[in-house]
């Protein structure tokens, strides 16, 4: 395979020789290496370099940061230097904390998460959201990109609707996917296949678990399953 697929591959691990093996056996495969906030408060910005220099495929920064817009520009100039592709932030923060994050980070790609896919309908009305999820999730994609958001976060099923609010210039990142012989849907509520949601319009979809459940057989396995599944998108 020569061109690299729109996966994002969750790194998810406590280990960090591990995170880095993972990242040897999917290279050259998956366009972005996602490091969460789990793998950032263990390991650091340490972490997040040893990742680094192991590919040439970007790195997502997936802090999902919320706060204070003062707090927010400090945290997000903390994490410059890393120089990460893509920093998450809640959309939900507002127009003002978007745009403290957008400008501490000019370089990176700064990402609006909208509604966390493992919120069911049921779970979005009892935060407290007025509308239902696709509807929350459109309006937050605006606050978000009109202070300055260049990428958005949001479920599979949102992605329709937010395309053509926002336009074609967003990069749109789809978690809650699960390719088809994969039927667990973890902790995720709202899903569909990588496919679909490519089709529907998603830049890049974020994967895990049905790549990195491979490790337990080897890297080779794990190589094997990356290829597998991105050949199902490419």
């Known amino acids: 395979m020569n061109t690299k697929a729109p996966v994002v591959l969750a790194v998810d691990t406590p280990d960090l020789a591990t995170a880095i093996e993972w990242v040897k056996a999917t290279q050259g495969l998956v366009s972005v290496y996602k490091l ?32 204070i817009p003062h707090t927010v520009s400090g945290a ?13 932030v ?3 923060g507002g127009s003002s904390m978007v745009a403290a994050a ?7 790609f700064v990402t609006g998460v909208t509604i966390l896919t ?6 979005v009305t009892g935060i ?6 696709l509807d929350s999730a459109v309006g937050l994609s605006r606050v978000a990109v009109a202070a300055g958001a260049r990428a958005i976060v949001c479920s599979p099923l949102e992605i329709l609707a937010i395309r053509q609010s926002v336009g074609p210039e967003i990069t749109i990142i789809t978690p ?7 039927s667990s849907s973890d902790d995720q509520a709202r899903t569909m296949t990588p496919r679909e949601a490519i089709d529907r319009g998603a830049d890049l979809v974020v994967i895990g678990r049905p790549i990195t459940s491979a490790w337990s057989e080897g890297a080779s396995a794990m190589r094997e399953r990356t290829e597998l599944i991105c050949a199902q998108i490419l």
């Open 176 to 182: 809650g996917v699960r390719p088809a012989e994969f």
């Open 90 to 92: 809640h959309a939900s």
């Open 36 to 67: 969460g906030l789990e793998f950032f408060l263990t390991f650091g910005h340490d972490g997040v370099r040893a990742i680094a220099n192991e590919t040439d495929s970007d790195i997502f920064l997936d802090l999902k940061l919320h706060d």
């Open 118 to 123: 493992s919120l069911s309908e049921s779970d």
């Open 102 to 108: 957008v400008e501490a980070v000019p370089s990176t």
């Open 76 to 88: 997000a100039r903390a994490i410059s230097a890393l120089r990460p592709k893509y920093l998450t």
């Open 128 to 133: 407290g959201f007025k509308d239902n999820a």
